[in-house]
């Protein structure tokens, strides 16, 4: 019998395991069937005899493979989450004194940078001079989310009472239902004061500061509409979601003033960690600018 083939007898043990008492979907099994195939075949190869031989340094040699073979990063840790599976229940049953894979670091994806637009790219976005209510309505909160660096979710569940236009400043209730103090600059006071006047047309339900045309406090899934048409609209030549105005908004505060700390409070980010990605897009446009200045940047050009 091949080695694969009786590793993978009691790789189906577990399967049967995960099926019946564990209750995972169909999908969610065929993946760990695929991943331990891959696994056991591996193993072969090593004149692996039994799983009580494993040893790290041949799943290292297993995770280095899978690189070579072109794996990704999250590919790789879901088949190695898919053996560290198997040898902790191995552990459970009593079929193996210890898992041998426990100390074996899981590769990090790499993080995707976030996505912004340059200033010029908002001027144009925010040059919405129509003056129906809606379109009023739409201006204001694109202005508020640029002009404070708003989640969706803080700028959707904005109240009245959450104003302060006279210091140009809103209470948002962030993440952990933390709230903060944010300014957000005079042109969005400018526009919130012109929304509040034509509001009440709609005749609102509660105290909520944007509206649906119904009067009620205007969805998530609305302003994702609302900014992704006026994207459109406006020759925005990227797709314009609510986050991206986030994502911008700090980009654009963090070239400039290059106050990491202050980025991250007004971002309502617990961990400076998280804030610390937008560096990475402040040094990508560094590096840029460098590229494009710096005469040893061009040797090699012609």
Known sequence: MPASESLFQRCEDYLRFLRVERQLSPLTITNYQRQLQVICQFFESTSLGSWQQLTPVLIRAMAAKSRRDGLKAASLALRLSALRSFLDWQVSQGLLPANPAKGIATPRAARPLPKNIDVDSVDQLLAIDLQDPLSVRDRTML????????????????????????????????????????????????????????????????????????????????VQKRFAQWGVLQGINTHIHPHKLRHSFATHMLESSGDLRAVQELLGHANLSTTQIYTHLDFQHLASVYDAAHPRAKRGKS
């Not at 708003?150 to 009472?161: G, I, T």
């Not at 993440?175 to 509040?196: D, H, N, Q, Y």
């Not at 509206?211 to 998530?220: D, P, V, W």
């Open 143 to 222: 202005e508020v989310m640029y002009g404070g660096g708003l989640r969706l979710s803080e700028l959707v569940n904005l109240d009245c009472q959450h104003l302060e236009l006279e210091s140009g400043e809103v209470w948002v209730m962030g993440k952990g239902s933390k709230e903060r103090r944010l300014p957000i600059g005079k042109t969005a006071v400018e526009w919130l004061v012109r929304w509040l006047e034509m509001r009440e047309l709609f005749l609102p339900e509660d105290n909520a500061v944007f509206i649906s045309q119904q009067g009620r406090r205007i969805s998530t899934r609305n």
